[in-house]
């Protein structure tokens, strides 16, 4: 088994979490998967609930598959327990559009296969060198949040009740923030990610841009602002499109944002409610989010753009790993014991806005931005290259930010996520630039 050689990553400067924070966080991470899908049946865990995902059951082995993959295996050197399950479970060999085909493993057999693989990841932990590998479990860590949310996605478009969250009662008011623009200076920027805690590949090297001045949406684009766009007749007026955009909307025949009903509520997992004006329009593609910004005589900003207004103040000599500064995300929206499972309405934090007064930038719904997915210059690949690189250059749009369903240790300035164009699973919405 060849290991990991770290002393020449692109990493160097990172800085480790210590023994006891990983395995607290390796626990915490556990229970929450396995407390999402406990209410779940097995049959629902084994079923493909929309073409675009994967059986809840794959994703819980491919979660244990990963991490046998890269601490059982890469960092500690062992053999695989089940060397023909990786290949099942690599997300790369076994797309999501064949994954309810292959033979996969069952609820209680892959909920045994992540315990097995579990209390070896344990020992690998004991005796790891943390200088050279702590960040392979943090990334393990961050594979485990993400998976959280995509198995959320599969929840939401599972037929109502396959999934009834609890919710809170009371999710804010917007506070009479405007929705006006914020006016950014030409400048230079310091964008993407350098030394400090983990970040993936995609997210480095550091660099300084110049950025022409622009003017961003103070808040995202609400249900309400969204409402007027189709009331207006926006799904049948061909000028608002791009010509791709306009090709997708024709072809499956959309005529309002996913989840929304024609009488005018929207689906949340198990229930139909009221249209909340103030809340952010989510699920939408990056078309109907780019027609909408046409229409309003503006269009949506370049991810670097996001990540200035997120990151940066005018006095600022440095960047922010938040918008709110370098303390983590207490709010965890997607929390199973406090369960505000959705959006807040948009200004309600204003704790959480900018130095350059946006609000809502992290952790409510992700945004659409109008950047395609590339690496940076200077990108090195390292140390998972079917992560990113094999996704560049071909079509994805970046979101950026990080929605209610997001782990807290996702939720970053320079995170890039990213889909294509037509789809609207994601937890996103999006703001406009001009
Ligand atoms: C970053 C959300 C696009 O789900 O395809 C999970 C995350 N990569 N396992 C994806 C990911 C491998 C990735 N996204
Ligand atoms: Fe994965």
């Known amino acids: 088994m060849q290991q ?8 160097g400067g990172v800085e480790p979490l210590a023994r006891p924070e990983l395995e607290d966080g390796l626990a915490e991470a556990r229970d929450r998967t396995l407390r999402l899908v406990d209410p779940v049946s097995d049959q629902d865990l084994n079923r493909v609930h929309d073409p675009l995902m994967s059986p809840l059951a794959w994703d819980l082995a491919h979660i244990a598959a990963f991490e046998e993959l890269w ?10 327990m089940h060397p023909d399950l990786l290949s099942v479970y690599d997300a790369f060999e076994t797309p999501r559009a064949v994954r309810g085909e292959v033979e996969h493993l069952g609820p209680s057999e892959a909920r045994e296969y992540l315990a097995r693989v579990r209390e070896r990841a344990l020992s690998v932990l004991e005796e790891a060198d943390l200088a050279a590998t702590g960040y392979v479990f943090e990334m393990v860590l961050q594979h485990e949040h993400q ?3 995509t198995m959320l996605q599969t929840l939401a478009l599972a037929d109502p009740g396959v999934y009834s969250p609890r919710r809170a009662s009371s999710p804010g008011t917007r506070n009479g923030t405007p929705s006006d623009m914020v006016r950014i200076d030409e400048g230079p920027f310091l964008c ?4 400090g805690r983990f970040t993936y590949d995609n997210e480095r090297p550091r660099h300084e841009v110049e950025l022409p ?6 808040v995202p684009v609400t249900n309400a602002e969204f409402m007027e766009f189709v009331e207006s007749g926006g799904y049948r007026r061909r000028l608002s499109w791009s010509e791709d955009g306009w090709a997708w ?7 309002r944002p996913l989840y929304w009903t024609a009488d005018g509520r929207v689906r949340r997992f198990d229930r139909i409610e009221p249209l909340e004006p103030d809340l952010p329009v989510m699920h939408v593609s990056w078309y109907e989010a780019d027609a909408y910004a046409r229409w309003r005589g503006k269009r949506l900003p370049t991810e670097l753009e996001w990540e200035k207004a997120a990151a940066w103040g005018p ?18 929206r997607a929390n199973l014991d406090q369960l505000a499972f959705g959006p807040v309405p948009v200004g309600s934090l204003p704790a959480g806005a900018s130095a350059y007064g946006v609000h809502g930038l992290l952790g409510n719904a992700w945004e659409w931005t109008g950047s395609e997915f590339r690496g940076y210059e200077g990108f090195e690949t390292h140390p998972y290259r079917e992560y990113s690189e094999v996704f560049f250059g071909s079509g994805y749009r ?5 929605s209610w369903a997001t782990r807290p240790s996702v939720a970053r300035n320079t995170f890039r996520n990213w889909d294509l164009p037509q789809r609207r699973q994601i937890f996103s919405g999006f703001r406009c630039a001009a």
Not at 4 to 9: A, G, I, N, P, R
Not at 71 to 80: D, F, I, K, Q, T
Not at 213 to 218: H, K, L, S
Not at 249 to 255: G, L, V, W
């Open 315 to 332: 006095d600022a000599d440095a960047p922010r790993l938040h918008p709110w500064g370098d303390e983590p995300a207490t709010s965890d």
């Open 4 to 11: 990991l050689h770290t002393e020449t990553s692109p990493l």
């Open 147 to 149: 998976h959280n949310e």
């Open 213 to 218: 001045a622009f003017e961003i949406d103070r």
């Open 71 to 80: 601490l059982c295996m890469r960092v500690g050197g062992r053999e695989p």
């Open 398 to 402: 970046v979101l950026r930010g990080a």
């Open 192 to 195: 993407a990610a350098g030394a």
């Open 249 to 255: 909307r024709s072809a499956e025949d959309i005529e």
